[in-house]
């Protein structure tokens, strides 16, 4: 276990990494902020009086980003990109049970797992990877685990064989997110967001860190997505992201993503995949309900609101839909923060019966005390 609590932040593993390809002088403020926080910081508490910077939005900018119906053809690699992953969860709606799968391309070859059990310490680990291949088909590949998009299906299928966690699982009957981008930020940066799979209903097995026996997943809710683009996750110039999927007990999802400035606004969509259409809006979003971790203040409620909408297509975004008003809430926070980089990956909601995942991601500019 202490293995594992020394282990157990995705951004220990993740910025560890991308910090190698910044200075050394990032290098080694990574090095020494993982050292310190390599795992949950202390006990949430509510934020009245804590006198901890809130990491509040200024504005909303709803200037258009392209995008359109993500299908698999936007799934394959972008070479070029600073910054490439392929990320892919499945959760149990009954029991909160959680399990992550990222892959890195750039800019180095990473695996990382989250597991969060039904009940007890929820894990991030690192899965040693020698390199990790991507191609058309979609395809990406590693010594720990694959991804693939089976045509012949018309399902993706993940399969994992890592030190810690093993997995075959297809992600049958998926309902299509949206392939958007480039969201332009400070710096120059660039980030493209496909999610060809916004929900399904998935089939097969993983075997958790520290268990010795398959669990079966049949039923639980499963998403798939991929970020590529010229950008670094800890470059210090933007505020941050806020990201969220939610899976809604009729079969349906909601799904948010975007970009924080770093004069504080915001640009980004909030999504709706159902059985018939996907559509969505860029919106206002209202930080709210404000809790403390340690040093790093966040939301425990993000509303997102427009007052229309527009269809998905695989042309692109066509057809008037109608106004998104749509609340994520976290149910059960999970906080990281290695200094450079805090947020929450923390278990949440829409409606009753949903259950999904909420990201809330800051750099540690807007987290300093300011005069």
Known sequence: MVRHRKAIAVLTLVVAALASATTPRAEARTSATTSRAGAQVSAVRDDPGSGIPHTDVKRSDLTPVPGKLAEPSDDGPHPGSTTEWWY?????????????????????????????????????????????????????????????????RGAYHLTWHGLFAKADIWFDHALPGVTGGPIRYDGDQTMYWSAPVGTSRVTGWVQPPGSSAPLNVNGWRGYHDHNWGKFSVIDQRYSGWEWGVSHEPDGTATLLGGVVKGDGTWQGVVGRVTKRETYGCMSTVKLSDWKVSGLFSYPNTTRLTCPSSLLATPQGLKGKRPGLDKTFTVVDPFILDTGLLALPESLGRTVPGSLGLIEHIRTLPPRLPHS
């Open 88 to 152: 892919s969860h499945v959760m149990d709606p009954a029991t909160h049970r959680t399990f992550i799968a990222m892959l890195f391309t750039a800019p180095v070859p990473t695996g990382v797992i989250f597991w969060y059990p039904e009940k007890g310490q929820k894990l991030v680990l690192p899965e040693p990877v020698a390199e990790v291949k991507a191609s058309a088909g979609p395809t990406v590949t590693s010594s720990a685990g694959s991804l693939v998009y089976d045509k012949a």
